[in-house]
T-cell receptor, first 116, second 110 residues
Framework: GAVVSQHPSWVICKSGTSVKIECRSL??????MFWYRQFPKQSLMLMAT?????????EQGVEKDKFLINHASLTLSTLTVTSAHPEDSSFYIC????????????FGPGTRLTVT | RKEVEQDPGPFNVPEGATVAFNCTYS??????FFWYRQDCRKEPKLLMS???SGNEDGRFTAQLNRASQYISLLIRDSKLSDSATYLC???????????FGTGTSLTVIP
């Protein structure tokens, strides 16, 4: 089946620093990837839709200057959390759209970010 | 009103039991419906798509009711390994963006 990887799986950083998270589709090309955030005991919340070769589409309330998304190739999308603060601590998950017609997604294993 | 609503549970059922979850959605233009399974601290994994005529995959049966705007998931002969959170996912109309329900927690007890 389709495999999506994320790196790093876990990161701790100090407040004010920036963190880059990579999302890769390993055995297929993904023109569309999604970035989600999940707080404990809550559901996934879509942050942005990343389209290869174009600007990401951000959800209402998500600061595009704080969460920088780059989808430079058909197999890689990156999310950079700039000037991270403790409230940014969360589980960040990416997914790749497998079936444009069916809408099926395959998710990466997630990145747990802790900002101290 | 939330775009997708699920009963968070928890549902605690004995092994072998049959359990059903419902999920309602508010966007009548939604075209794609899915059930995902998420284990604790793991990523969601696609369990099954939900088709208009209903579909079955082993012990799992999914149904769609467009008139009432809900989808359901039925699990028969529950196994311990079925313990997880089940997420209802609905697309936004015809676009490639999706709403997630908050998930229904299932624990199957020996």
């Amino acid at each position: 089946g389709a495999v999506v990887s994320q790196h790093p799986s876990w990161v701790i950083c100090k407040s004010g620093t920036s963190v880059k998270i990579e999302c890769r589709s390993l055995d297929f090309q993904a023109t569309t990837m999604f970035w989600y955030r999940q707080f404990p005991k809550q559901s996934l919340m879509l942050m942005a839709t990343s389209n290869e070769g174009s600007k990401a589409t951000y959800e209402q309330g998500v600061e595009k200057d704080k969460f920088l998304i780059n989808h430079a190739s058909l197999t890689l999308s990156t999310l950079t959390v700039t000037s991270a603060h403790p409230e940014d601590s969360s589980f960040y998950i990416c997914s790749a759209l497998i079936g444009r017609r069916t809408g099926e997604q395959y998710f990466g294993p997630g990145t747990r970010l802790t900002v101290t | 009103r939330k775009e997708v609503e699920q009963d968070p549970g928890p549902f605690n059922v004995p092994e072998g039991a049959t359990v059903a979850f419902n999920c309602t959605y508010s966007n009548s233009a939604s075209q794609s419906f899915f059930w995902y399974r998420q284990d604790c601290r793991k990523e969601p994994k696609l369990l099954m798509s939900v088709y208009s005529s209903g579909n079955e995959d082993g012990r799992f049966t999914a149904q769609l009711n467009r008139a009432s705007q809900y989808i359901s998931l039925l699990i028969r002969d529950s196994k311990l390994s079925d313990s997880a959170t089940y997420l209802c996912v609905v697309n936004r109309g015809t676009g490639n963006q999706f709403y997630f329900g908050t998930g229904t927690s299932l624990t199957v007890i020996p």
